[in-house]
């Protein structure tokens, strides 16, 4: 009984936590947000909001102390609770830090037309990485991941890299342009807070390690080196790209198969359209499993780049595409019937059309996850470049059947066969179609 009162209050502290590291999350995105647009009424916002993050850790050491006094935790229980103090102090600063950045707003506004080009530096690149580290330090926090907690501690040099060459930017531009001194002083502020935001990124990291292993780590960082690594590894920062992915391979090796069943529907082996379909089946059904594991199984808490839902309505329109190949065989299934070699010809065509929509979709999540995770801008451009070559695939797609159509329509007079054709036509044409949504969903995504 005493147990489960105890894992009731640690699991209520940890809760806690996770709400002040999202608001923390928010002020430190909005403050890097509205020094770059300039935007005053945002860092206002960023400003007032400080106090809900001192009112946050005192709800966290408060109820800290009182498991301590009322529960007596041991081991790594007790490492938990300790951490979680020591957590909320490095948030809070952290909410300094955006305070910090967002006070510099106002005077980089009123000096707007001193930002000449080659004196306005493009901070948003060590900003990106010190966000980058937080986010990952809250993840490791939140999956007890402590593989991605040395990660993030290895990665500090990144920054620190930044901030040297930052800072020598801003110091040469000074010498050069005296008019921009106050500018540049605040950026200097500015770089000096970002790299703090990094160095308390690190502190929730070292957090994690000892609660879970009950050591403070000491490691060396690998640097820029380190940073291509993350690179080759971008799916395992945020697994739910990896898993929609390999979800995205399965739908692939299914609708591939379709043409291989339509040949031999063609041809009357029904004992071959039968294997072939059992086959697609089960891959059919292997995806399905994949796709409730992402949706049951993604932690609670873990800050993604997009919302939850998105994520969730965009691997319903993928999976859909299986399902258009599922309802594709089955309508195979229902009837018998002869095409003259011409619209043989026509309907394979169609068919491999229509694929041709779906095949890009791997290497769209590839590039868009990439861009989401790390803000790579090229990443993203080239996604958008197959998002469109989908949407064009598409179209290609309904023109031909369109085209069948008026075709099958003059050909067929029986009314019945002619149904079960269109519908055939119909169905071939909803395996582009979804695959036009997802893409159209993960456009959406790397819009924001």
Known sequence: MIRIALEKELQILKNVLLDMAKAVDEMVNGAILATEKLDLSLSEKIIKFDDEIDYYEHLVTKTALEIIALQQPVAKDLRFV?????IARNLERLADQAVNIAERVSILYKNKDLLIPK???????????ALFMLESAINAFVTEDTKKAYEVIAYDDVVDKYKDEY??????CMMHNVESI???????????NLERIADLATNIAEEVIFTIQGKMPKVEAKGMEFKEELGRVVFKEVPVF????????????CVERLPLALEAYFKGDKAN????????????????????????????????PVEKFELFLYLKEQDAVVDAGEEFLNWLSFKDFYFDSYFRSQIMSLLNKSLEAVRPLVKMIELSASFLITRDEDARENSKEIIRDIRYKQYL??????????DLFREIQEPITLFYVLKLIEVILGIAQHAENAADLMRAMIAK
């Open 119 to 129: 004196c306005k530096i493009n901070l948003f690149d060590m900003a990106k990485e």
């Open 182 to 192: 106050e500018v540049g002083i605040e950026y200097i502020i500015i770089i000096q």
């Open 397 to 406: 797609t309904e023109e031909m059947g369109y085209s069948l159509k008026k």
């Open 167 to 172: 800072m020598e930017q801003v110091k040469e």
């Open 242 to 253: 990896e898993l929609l992915k390999k979800h995205a391979n399965l739908v692939l090796e």
């Open 82 to 86: 300790i951490s979680a103090i020591s």
């Open 273 to 304: 359209l039968e294997e072939i379909a059992k086959h697609i089946i089960e891959i059919e059904k292997e995806a399905d499993k994949l796709k409730r594991n992402i949706r049951g199984h993604l932690p609670k808490g873990l800050l993604l």
